[in-house]
């Protein structure tokens, strides 16, 4: 009985010491490493036109999450910004896949306002994430023009 006991006591000693150890290094690489939250800077949105502000952006990220939805209908999505004349529209242009473990879908998209464009490109989004432009280039046909 007595050496069942010192056994228990030796394993319960191990366990509180490990468990200590192990709170002080996760509180040691929180201070060390900052934490990811998955947002994009504000100026993500010069990908589409540098002449796009703040909110032009964040409202036109809005329209792509929408439009790029995989259990949506895969239609259009429109925005404007009234307060800068700039507007423009996401058309999903293909099925969602899965890149890199994250849901793609390519797209069209078309600016107008102030600057006017006609792009096409990639966005995908980690599950739960928001969507994030991975390519972007002009249309075949602004292209050529």
Known sequence: MREALKVLAVGMIALSTGACSLVVGVVGLEEEEPQT????PSN????????????DWRRAKAALGVALDPQGP????????PASSMKGSFTPTGAPFVKDDQICRTFASALSGPATASLQGTACRPSGG???????KPTKAQAKA
């Open 74 to 81: 895969g239609t259009r999505v429109s925005w404007d910004n």
């Open 44 to 55: 993500a949105g010069r990908v589409l036109s540098p002449d796009l502000n703040d909110e």
């Open 37 to 40: 939250t998955g947002s994009l």
């Open 130 to 136: 928001e969507w994030v432009i991975k390519d972007v």
